[in-house]
């Protein structure tokens, strides 16, 4: 056993021994290869390209690849030292993703290893890199690196401390433009942390931004990361130029087409990214941030009426949805008093906003933006509403689908408006409603409007439903009474104007229903019951509590008024109605007012400034004014017409009426340019005349006749009367009347027959029934109401007169001063001898024996003085001795006749 034991020990014993000898020899040749080794890299750089593209690959991490074509290794220890680092030189070296997209390329970079590190030490390994390329980056780069290996030579950490120089980020139309920018990386398997990132964008326009990030990213199943960036300023016509096309390219083209001026400032943003374990892919999750505007100009609505001015925040809680909230800014010149906005959809190819605005102004500014394209909301609404004026408060909510072809029906909204203080004309242009208090409510296809106002002082409320969808359908209830100042303002309520006088309250309703766009028609109600009527003209009138009532139906156009369909007026005494045909000519079968009775049509002018048309006739025209009127100017329409009636009545009973009577005529308001006016006995024709005056010429062969018929004389036969008349518009006249053949019945009388004949004649005294008058002339003037009578004169062969003086043609107060001349065939001789007949009658008419006489006091029963030594003073001596007149000779009263009753 022994033998054996020993044999074992020194097998093993030679075993060990060999072994050592071979480790021994190993070591001595790993030695001398180390040696070797660290002798060749003392005299050249090895060449090493795959491997170390294999080290870098296997050190970079699942799915990143590194190529270099050229890696040299070079270590000085061999001379200086086993403490020298190994220093690796790389050229072209490549970094791809597993899909073999290049994420960099590094022209050149330089490795220094610590040789502890090939023993586990894990001292850093410094990388300096020059002229780096990535994808999106055409500009200079400069890094430097260090990283910290791991057991095995594994990757533990790196930080990269990169800079940039002037150059574009992006590709193709995605490219910004930079001054500078650097950033300082910080990697560990499976984290990216990105810090003190830092950008200056290249000035354009207004525009030098700055810019500052950081970037976060962790490796779970799949890569997350955050970008956060900060912008300093943008001017809004710049920010195209910063903002890439590619990124967020709906949100961004929405802000670029609506933003258009301003300025942005303090954006604060923060991206959100996601990538594959390989990085395969890169994709953009979401995005949160905000900016703030100052004096922008929004486009609300494409192609609309912008908000300008406006100061707020664009903020976008995630990358689909934004908010924009306005603390100040105006639409035209509606002011914003506070509104925001919410754009939904906005990673979609559609976006949707939702506008919610407080307003305030003057409502023509309001009427303007609604106007405005492309909503236009009420280009179909009266013109009067577009006419308004006053100040409003209100809330706008429109939901607005951001469409290129965006139509007013595409929007969704809801107004709602108080109106204040408002004017506005109504259908009539003599009337406005005032003070008008209105609320207003509209979802986009109508409106509705309750308002209460002032029309023509009296209170009236409004009532509006217009809806817009197709044609449009308006309904306008607007009901009110009528007083005393609407008649002012409509011109009814003169008592002196001859036509239509109304005073007292008209309660009315008017109903206007039709298309909002085109033709609509009106129902007029109004009860006559409290009111006082009058035609003076027709010698027509109504008191206060008599019944009556008008109705009618009116045609609209767009809002005004363009015609009369048909009407109805009653009253006590007082019946018309008529109607419209299709061409517009009204008809009026029916025409009873007091004791006129006729029937007639009246034809509207076919374009503005054309004469209103008409043709009446009928058995009796009453025209027995009560009072006179005075003079007016022309006022009103013009017009065009003729009449016909068998009689015609010019004054009270007993006056006997004109018969046969017919008129043509063209005029303006209550005055007639031209006329003809015929009647049995009767003609009288009106022309224009120089300076803005009229001709009248009148002729009859029975005076007495006409004169009965005016009521102004009822004791004069017969007589051929011719009188020429040259007036104006303010009553001033000048003419002559002559008249022939006349007998006057009650010869007291002819103080009635000049005053009522309106002719302006004599007053004369004379004495006896039956006087007939051969030959009269009355040359006259009137102006103010002041007839002035410049030496008339009449006679016969047994008696002539003069008179000179002044009647009040209103009162009938005269101030005359006459010569009465008895024999005055006989008396008149020596006062028509050539050169003498001056000195036997001192005036013109006048006899050698005259008696003077002074007439005072009102015609219709006037105080006569004769001055009885006037005749027995031949001529000459009466006027030079003051015996023409009653001064300085006491007169001697004459008592009328006792047949005169005035």
């Given amino acids: 056993m022994k033998p054996r034991f020993g044999q074992a ?88 993703n597993t899909v073999g997209t290049e994420l960099a390329r590094i022209p050149s970079a330089d490795m220094v290893i610590p040789p502890a590190d090939l023993f586990g030490a894990r001292a850093p390994i410094l990388i300096n890199g020059h002229g780096a390329t990535f994808p999106l980056v055409s500009a200079p780069v400069s890094w430097r690196a260090t990283l910290r290996p791991g057991p095995g030579l594994t990757f533990a950490s790196g930080d990269f401390f990169v800079t940039f120089g002037a150059g574009r980020f992006g590709r193709g139309e995605n490219q910004v433009a930079i001054s500078d920018a650097g950033f300082d990386l910080h990697i560990t398997p499976g984290a990216v942390d990105v810090t003190d990132g830092r950008v200056t964008l290249a000035p354009t326009g207004q525009s030098a931004p700055h810019a500052r990030f950081t970037f976060t990213a962790r490796l779970g199943q799949a890569w997350q990361g955050r970008l956060n960036a900060t912008l300093d300023a943008v001017y809004a016509p710049d920010l195209p130029q910063y903002w890439p096309p590619g990124l967020l390219a709906l949100t961004r083209k929405w802000v670029v087409d609506n933003i258009t001026q301003g300025r942005a400032h303090d954006a604060a943003f923060s991206f959100y990214l996601s990538a594959p374990e390989n990085l395969s892919s890169l994709k953009l999750t979401n995005v949160t941030g905000q900016f703030t505007g100052d004096d922008l100009t929004l486009y609300w609505v494409p192609h609309g009426e912008p908000l300008t001015h406006l100061s707020g925040v664009f903020a976008m809680p995630d990358h689909d949805q934004a908010w924009i909230t306005a603390r100040s800014g105006q639409v035209g010149g509606v002011h914003l008093v506070q509104g925001r906005m919410h754009i939904t959809n906005m990673a979609g190819h559609d976006q949707d906003g939702d506008l919610d605005l407080t307003l305030g102004g003057a409502v023509p500014d309001l009427v303007a933006a609604l106007n405005a394209p492309p909503l236009a909301l009420l280009k179909a609404a009266p013109a009067g509403l577009r006419a308004a004026t006053g100040r409003f408060e209100g809330e706008v909510k429109l939901h607005i689908p951001f ?55 009296a209170p009236a409320s409004v009532l509006v439903d217009d809806q817009f969808g197709g ?15 609407i008649w002012h303002q409509l011109g009814v309520a003169d008592q002196d104007a001859g036509a239509l006088t109304i005073a007292g309250r008209v309660p009315f309703s008017l109903h206007v229903q039709g298309p909002v766009k085109g033709t609509q028609s009106a129902l007029f109600n109004a009860d006559l019951s409290a009111a006082t009527l009058a035609l003076p003209g027709l010698a027509w ?36 109605q008529g109607a419209a045909g299709a061409d517009g000519v009204i008809s009026l079968p029916d025409i009873h007012i007091a004791r006129t009775v006729a029937h007639g049509t009246v034809t509207p002018p076919p374009q503005p400034g054309q004469p209103w048309r008409f043709a009446v006739s009928g058995a009796v025209l009453d025209l027995r004014r009560q009072t006179a009127s005075s003079p007016h100017p022309p006022s009103g329409p013009a017009w065009q017409g003729q009449m016909s009636f068998s009689q015609v ?82 009553g001033t006249s000048s003419g002559t ?43 006259f003037t009137t102006s103010h109401g002041v007839l002035t009578l410049n030496g008339a004169r009449a006679f016969s062969s047994s008696l002539g007169f003069t008179a ?91 008592a009328p006749s006792p047949g005169s009753t005035k």
């Fill in 649 to 730: 009545f010019l004054a009270p009973a007993p006056a006997p009426p004109l018969h046969n009577v017919s008129f043509t005529g063209v005029g303006q308001g209550g005055t007639a340019e031209t006329a003809q006016i015929n009647a049995d006995d009767l003609s009288v024709t009106i022309a224009p005349a120089a300076g803005q005056r009229h001709a009248m010429a009148l002729t009859t062969s029975d005076a007495g006749a006409v004169l009965r018929a005016l009521g102004a004389y009822s004791a004069m036969k017969g007589g051929t009367l011719t009188l020429n008349d040259i007036y104006d518009d303010g």
């Fill in 737 to 779: 009347l002559t008249l022939e053949g006349a007998r006057f019945v009650d010869a007291p009388d002819v103080t009635k027959f000049l005053q009522a004949l309106t002719l302006y004649g004599v007053a004369a005294a004379a004495s006896g029934p039956g006087l007939l008058v051969d030959h009269a002339i009355m040359p």
């Fill in 471 to 485: 044609d449009g359908r308006a309904d306008i209830v607007v009901t009110g009474q009528a007083t005393d100042n």
């Fill in 9 to 96: 020990a020194r097998f093993f014993g030679e075993t060990v021994h060999q072994l050592g000898r071979i480790v021994m020899l190993l070591f001595v040749l790993i030695l001398g290869l180390v040696g070797l080794f660290a002798f060749r890299l003392s005299t050249a750089p090895l060449e090493l390209p795959g491997l170390a593209s294999k080290l870098a690959t296997s050190v970079s991490g699942q799915g990143i690849s590194v190529h270099m074509q050229e890696a040299e290794l070079a270590w000085a220890g061999y001379r200086l030292g086993g403490g020298m680092p190994f220093f690796i030189r790389l050229r072209e070296i490549s970094v791809r």
């Fill in 541 to 576: 009138a109504k008191k206060a509590g008599d019944a009556g009532q008008i109705s009618a139906t009116l045609m609209l156009e767009d809002g005004n008024l363009d015609g009369l369909r048909a009407f109805k007026i009653s009253a006590p005494g007082l019946a018309v």
């Fill in 403 to 457: 469409r290129p072809d965006l139509r007013p029906e595409d929007l969704a909204m809801k107004v709602k408006m108080s109106l204040h203080a408002v004017t506005m004309p109504a259908l009539l242009p003599q009337l406005s409603f005032t003070n008008g208090e209105a609320e207003v409510t509209s979802d986009g296809h109508g409106v509705q409007a309750k308002a209460t106002a002032q029309l023509g002082g």
């Fill in 804 to 894: 000179s003086g002044t009647i009040e043609m209103r009162g009938l107060a005269c101030v005359l001063d006459a010569t009465i001349v008895p024999a005055y065939a006989v008396n008149t001789l020596l006062g028509k001898l050539p050169l003498l007949g001056h000195l036997f009658s001192a005036e013109r008419g006048g006899g050698l024996i005259a008696m003077n006489a002074h007439i005072t006091g009102r015609l219709t029963d006037p105080h006569v003085m004769l001055n009885p030594f006037s005749a027995l003073t031949p001529g000459i001596l009466r006027d030079i001795f003051g015996l023409g007149g009653h001064e300085g000779v006491k007169p001697v009263p004459v």
